[in-house]
């Protein structure tokens, strides 16, 4: 692939930050957007623009087809089974509240448990521990290896007869943890217990096949694969979609309302009610199907090989510490800290050479507790990113380095 070439796909890339080139390594926060993406909103606006579902005009019946398009192609990117299974969210935390609320009230009683585990984006706890709070169930954690990855010994441990959700995330936001998603579903479905994935940094990255995984549940967001912000996919079985209740009610998602009761539609509108992101959905199908002229193993090879690089860079300077596994365990991205340097002051002045780097605790709070740091900062990378930049970033960490250490 030609690196410098996709690099033009991304006019944000041009841009100077502090009179420096920009160099973008926050992709795990949010990626970047490609022009195609951006042209396949504005056309919608300036083209088609109306809502879906509701009426028979033209414009309507165009903005219905592209937003069930988009549809069609989420259900192909990930293999899923029947394009009923893909319900559109506001992004995998919404997709994530979802399913612990409508399916974890359905299956979850007092005495249950779920399995969690501690490198998990509080995304994929706060919302099973109010579940467990109304439900009066138990929060069993999955403990951490000394690498920051999971024993699967360590998985059977967790799961008993008592567990009914397994909540895990595909690969970590701070770790860069790939976790083993197919055998810890076996192992759960073992034990007649459901598995649930926030596969928000695995989506983008590597080829997904949810049948294949045989996950129950899986929520992405659209913002991190190219898209754009405000739209997620929940994947669900169909079977277990069905049996769930809508949280959202209103306009779209209804069959039939009477004066006291109302009944719902089919999946999966019956969860997506009142006006949907309509716009988003068109845009993920543009940012699909840039990543398919990409290829997602392409993409894949590219990032393994940055980390490592980088990995390699990083590893050689002198007070630096760096969580989690080894470079050939990771996925696209390297958190650290640097001795003597608040996270927070480093992301300063690496943003005054025009970096952008993540740092705080990244929504992982009990992750940073396992850590024993407070805060750390966070490269990652994607794409358009290259070896040049890495060597760019170090130096900057070097210099960065130096200035803290100089005694004034």
């Known amino acids: 692939m030609d690196i410098n070439k996709i690099r033009q796909d991304f006019p944000i890339l041009g841009e100077q930050v502090n009179g420096k080139d920009l160099i973008y390594l926050d992709t795990s926060a949010t990626s970047q957007t490609p022009l195609k993406v951006i042209e396949a909103m504005n056309d919608y606006y300036r083209e088609y623009n109306s809502n879906v579902h509701r009426g028979v005009h033209t414009l309507g019946t165009k903005a219905t087809d592209a937003y069930e398009k988009?549809?069609?192609?989420v259900r192909s990117f990930i293999?899923?089974?029947?394009?009923?299974?893909?319900?559109?969210t506001r992004g995998t935390t919404a997709a994530i509240n979802l399913v612990a609320r409508s399916f974890g009230d359905l299956v979850i009683e007092s005495g249950d448990e779920i399995v969690v585990n501690e490198m998990e984006h509080h995304a994929n706890i706060v919302p099973w521990q109010e579940l467990?709070?109304?439900?009066?169930?138990?929060?069993?954690?999955?403990?951490?290896?000394?690498?920051?990855?999971?024993?699967?010994?360590s998985v059977k441990d967790a799961i008993s007869a008592?567990?009914?959700?397994?909540?895990?995330?595909?690969?970590?936001n701070v770790l860069g943890t790939v976790n083993d998603i197919k055998s810890i579903a076996e192992i759960a479905h073992a034990h007649d217990a459901y598995i649930s994935v926030d596969g928000a940094q695995a989506v983008p990255h590597m080829a997904v096949d949810v049948q294949d995984l045989d996950v129950d549940f899986y929520a992405f967001s659209g913002h991190k694969m190219l898209g754009p912000t405000g739209i997620g996919i929940l994947y669900?079985?169909?079977?277990?979609?069905?049996?769930?209740?809508?949280?959202e009610y209103g306009g779209d998602m209804i069959d039939y309302v009477y004066k006291t009761e109302s009944t719902w539609t089919d999946l999966p509108v019956k969860f997506e009610a009142g006006t949907?992101?309509?716009?988003?959905?068109?845009g993920l199908n543009a940012a699909i199907d840039y990543i398919n002229e990409l290829g997602i193993d392409n993409i894949y090879q590219h990032e393994k090989e940055l980390v490592a690089y980088a990995y390699d860079k990083m590893s050689a300077i002198e007070g630096i510490e760096i969580y989690g596994p080894g470079k050939d365990q990771r996925a696209g991205l390297i958190t650290f800290n640097l001795e003597g340097v608040h996270p927070h002051d480093l992301a300063t002045a690496l943003d005054s050479e025009g970096i952008a780097v993540r740092a705080g605790h990244h929504c992982a709070q009990p992750l940073m507790k396992w850590c024993k740091a407070s805060s750390t900062a966070r490269a990652s990378f994607y794409i358009y990113n290259t070896i040049e930049e890495i060597d760019q970033f170090i130096e900057s960490?070097?210099?960065?380095?130096?200035f803290f250490s100089y005694e004034f």
Do not use: C
């Not at 293999?79 to 893909?86: G, L, Q, S």
């Not at 669900?236 to 949280?247: C, N, Q, S, V, Y």
């Not at 949907?276 to 068109?282: D, F, L, Q, T, Y």
């Open 79 to 88: 293999n899923a089974k029947r394009f009923e299974e893909i319900v559109y």
């Open 162 to 172: 008592k567990t009914k959700i397994v909540a895990i995330t595909h690969v970590s």
């Open 132 to 153: 467990a709070k109304r439900k009066g169930a138990k929060l069993v954690f999955i403990p951490l290896e000394e690498n920051g990855t999971i024993a699967l010994d």
């Open 397 to 402: 960490l070097e210099k960065t380095k130096e």
């Open 276 to 282: 949907p992101m309509i716009a988003e959905a068109v």
């Open 236 to 247: 669900g079985k169909a079977e277990l979609l069905d049996k769930m209740e809508p949280i």
């Open 70 to 73: 988009a549809r069609m192609n």
